[in-house]
């Protein structure tokens, strides 16, 4: 970090959040401008890579506890004059002082500690993959740049099963350092899917089905992330929001896997024609004795 940042740059203004904003704010603040600043949404506009960059810099710092407190406790020193005061009399230029970044070098010199050479800065990324994608893992190319070197492309392996937020660290691709280059931290963003949706390692579904196949019961097929479809039997009688588990076909890790939960959503038809119509007339006659809210009442009002 260099020293202008430590008392010149509010990462709080730079991200838009308050000084006592929580982690979740901040994630989701930066999440929210990683978006709408990536650079394959701004491409060849300068001024909003920049601004994508500053962005991802304030994140670095404010997402990190240790960086965030090391950043707050220097800013409140510089803001206060403590730097000014004293015997060490520190002021005017301080490119010197900062030139190997973290504020932990600052209190190290100030109080007579020495430095070696220290590692890279580590950066962060976002990176968004499909739900499939998430469940079976894949390969993604990831643009880096602003660096101090040429723009350059390199490969971040997804493991299968990763969760949505999730953080792979690419050791090595980080900012370069006298002690050799940071870190790369991608944070990976997963699209939701229209039909799959995920809990722990399960993997859940709503399927529609008609009044018919609820009440006398079926065999019906249901599909699966793998592409394939499996058979699930409805016992009759079967009641809307009902969940059946189809074991072994959520989410595998290793020789682990979840279940696919399936959800049965009844659909009551909007159009009956005649034939229909008195079918369900004729059904409505013969159960009439069968009222589902015969207590009903008397329950609401005990």
Not at 17 to 46: C, F, M, N, W
Request: aromatic share 8%.
């Amino acid at each position: 970090m260099a020293a202008k940042d430590l008392y010149e740059k509010d990462y709080y203004a730079i991200l838009g959040v308050e000084k006592k904003a929580d982690a979740a704010s901040i994630k989701k603040k930066y999440r929210q401008l990683a978006r709408e600043l990536h650079p394959d949404k701004t491409k060849g506009d300068k001024k909003l890579e920049d601004r994508f960059k500053e962005v991802s810099e304030a994140y670095d710092i404010l997402s990190d506890e240790k960086k965030r407190a090391e950043y707050d406790q220097a800013r409140e020193m510089f803001q206060s004059g403590a730097f000014r005061q004293g015997a060490h009399q520190f002021t005017g230029d301080f490119s010197d002082l900062f030139s190997s970044g973290g504020a932990g070098d600052i209190f190290s010199q100030l109080f007579g500690g020495r430095r070696g050479p220290r590692r890279g800065a580590d950066i962060q990324r976002e990176i968004s993959i499909s739900f499939r994608d998430s469940i079976f893992g894949k390969e993604a190319d990831l643009r880096l740049s602003g660096q101090g070197n040429a723009p350059q492309t390199i490969t971040v392996r997804i493991p299968a099963g990763i969760n949505d937020g999730a953080k792979i660290r690419v050791k090595g691709r980080g900012g370069p350092g006298e002690a050799g280059p940071g870190d790369l931290y991608v944070i990976v963003n997963v699209v939701a899917h229209p039909i799959f949706s995920r809990k722990g390692e399960n993997i859940h579904i709503t399927i529609p089905v008609t009044f018919t196949e609820a009440a006398l019961g079926a065999d019906i097929s249901i599909p699966t992330i793998e592409g394939d479809e499996v058979k699930l039997r409805l016992a009759p009688g079967t009641q809307n929001g009902k969940t059946l588990r189809v074991k072994g076909r959520g989410v595998k890790k290793g020789v682990n896997a979840g279940d696919l939960m399936v959800t049965v959503e009844v659909q009551v038809p909007q159009r009956l024609d005649g034939k229909a119509k008195n079918a369900l007339e004729e059904f409505a006659q013969a159960t009439r004795d069968d009222n589902p809210r015969t207590d009903f009442f008397s329950r609401a009002r005990s």
